[in-house]
């Protein structure tokens, strides 16, 4: 997630080009690639957190209906394809910048003592940004509905083994539910069926791998549950508008430091 809070500049990503300003926030899921160009004077906080942290210290949130509007629905939803830009008012924005500064400032002392104070403050962060999204997506400003327990159960089952080759009946057998109930169910949380979140986490960890890993582009795909090096192709490049091996060329020279910190927290 990155916070404007200074100068202009223009958001580049497969959702095209915008224009930034003091209180723009774009929120990226793992792999959505993006960059900044024409930038003026353009300050912005990142906070970034690995994909683990959601599977376990901030796993109650996906059953929190903001929260899991914020990082589980709302990117996806109305085909943003993993990205999701909010605006953030001046009240919010300082609302937002108070847990920022905080984990700024615990950056320099980072270590065992001091997790709890970062969950804490990232989660104040989360929350700020969650009603602002919500209130953004519902012109009554309600909140979003909680997902039924058997959905998020489902979306645990998918993202704990992506490799396994799932199909919607096993996956309803593991629930246990009717396949067409679980499909009207899941997408009437997460705004697409099983199948398709489940091919939507395939292709995250996929770009995640890439960056990180120096496997032949074939083996990537089938450490992810693709291993028809041609279907992963598609469908890698459906979701982020690259082939794998454009996206691995584009990025991996940028991101030395994203691999190291990707090793260091696996």
């Not at 959601?54 to 939803?77: F, I, K, M, N």
């Not at 403050?121 to 602002?132: E, K, P, W, Y």
């Not at 009717?178 to 997408?187: H, I």
Request: with cysteine; charged share 20%.
């Amino acid at each position: 997630m990155a916070v404007v809070v200074a100068g202009a500049g223009t958001h580049h990503s497969l959702a095209g080009r915008h224009a930034l300003a003091a209180g723009d926030v774009v929120l990226l899921r793992p792999g959505v690639w993006h960059e900044y160009e024409r930038c003026a004077d353009l300050v912005l906080y990142n906070c970034c957190f690995r994909p683990g942290l959601l599977r376990r210290e901030l796993a109650w949130a996906r059953e929190d209906a903001l929260l899991g509007h914020l990082l589980w629905t709302a990117p996806y939803s109305l085909g943003r394809r993993g990205m999701l830009m909010a605006r953030l008012d001046d009240a919010a924005l300082q609302e937002c910048m108070a847990p920022l500064r905080a984990l700024d400032r615990l950056g320099s002392v980072a270590g065992p003592l001091h997790r709890g104070d970062i969950i804490g403050h990232l989660t104040l962060f989360l929350s700020a940004l969650a009603r602002v999204v919500a209130k953004e997506g519902n012109s009554r400003l309600s909140p979003p509905a909680s997902p039924h327990p058997a959905v998020a159960r489902a979306m645990r089952l998918l993202e704990g083994d992506l490799a396994h080759p799932w199909t919607l009946r096993e996956l309803a057998e593991e629930l246990p539910m009717v396949p067409g109930s679980l499909v009207r169910l899941f997408k009437s949380a997460v705004g697409l069926p099983p199948m398709a979140y489940l091919a939507q986490q395939r292709a995250e960890a996929a770009a995640a791998l890439l960056l990180r890993d120096e496997r032949p582009i074939s083996q990537v795909g089938a450490a992810v549950g693709w291993p028809d090096p041609n279907y992963f192709a598609r469908r890698f490049k459906a979701h982020f508008g690259l082939s794998a091996r454009a996206y691995r060329s584009r990025f991996s020279d940028d991101s030395a430091f994203l691999r190291t910190w990707l090793h260091a927290e696996s």
